[in-house]
């Protein structure tokens, strides 16, 4: 069930279900505009459908085919896509017309541009940004080696446009990313610390909120 590089590109471009390589753990994924193959994502993961997914960029240029972002925040944006590729997503307005399963009814997406460079030419090839979650059943420990990948969650991905993309290098394990929303003015929500530090932000000029900011946007 392991793919060739060319062959992971059709399969996902056809609306495949995919497990990939990132650079914490190997994620599971599709075009995230396949409102079908997101469907079975969750039903991989046995993941609740009240929980939205994130998405990966095949680069910052793909920004534009999830989300919305006003004129307020294009300053702010064109400082932050500097740290991509890198552990940084971003929550933003989705646009229009994406599957509502993806975003859970709320409107909103959260984005990165991956620093593995499979995860990123999955995106680039089908055109669209990817489905990024951990490939594991909801609840189990996410994983860094094909070996180790659940047989409950392999054994679900039927289709014949489904499969294994394993590719190097070999994700690494570690913190997941930083997770803000943007709100303008060089301001930022800070809704997950992960393994972008926060002073890296500040120091390109952001102020950090928290849900428990008397400040409120």
């Excluded at 680039?124 to 990024?132: D, E, H, T, Y």
């Excluded at 070996?147 to 039927?158: V, Y």
Aim: glycine residues 10%; charged residues 20%.
């Amino acid at each position: 069930m392991t793919l060739t590089r060319q062959e992971a590109f059709r399969r996902i471009c056809s609306g495949g279900v995919l497990v990939y390589p990132t650079e914490t753990f190997f994620g599971i994924g599709c075009r995230a505009d396949d409102e079908a193959a997101v469907k079975r994502v969750f039903q991989c993961k046995r993941r609740p459908l009240s929980m939205p997914l994130p998405v990966i960029l095949g680069s910052a240029e793909q920004l534009g085919l999830v989300a919305c972002p006003g004129p307020e925040l294009s300053g702010d944006l064109e400082l932050l896509t500097r740290f991509w590729p890198g552990p940084l997503t971003l929550l933003l307005p989705a646009v229009s017309g994406l599957p509502e399963v993806l975003t859970g009814g709320s409107g909103r997406i959260a984005a990165r541009v991956s620093s593995h460079p499979a995860a990123r030419e999955l995106a680039l090839a089908c055109g669209f940004p990817i489905v990024s979650t951990s490939a594991n059943v909801s609840g189990r420990p996410a994983v860094t080696c094909k070996d180790a990948l659940d047989p409950e969650l392999i054994s679900s991905l039927q289709s014949e446009t489904d499969g294994v993309f394993d590719a190097l290098p070999a994700p690494g394990g570690g913190e997941a990313s930083t997770i803000v929303e943007p709100l303008g003015q060089r301001r930022l929500r800070l809704l997950r610390q992960g393994a972008l530090p926060v002073f890296s932000l500040e120091e390109a000029g952001f102020t950090l909120l928290t849900n428990s900011s008397k400040d409120q946007a």
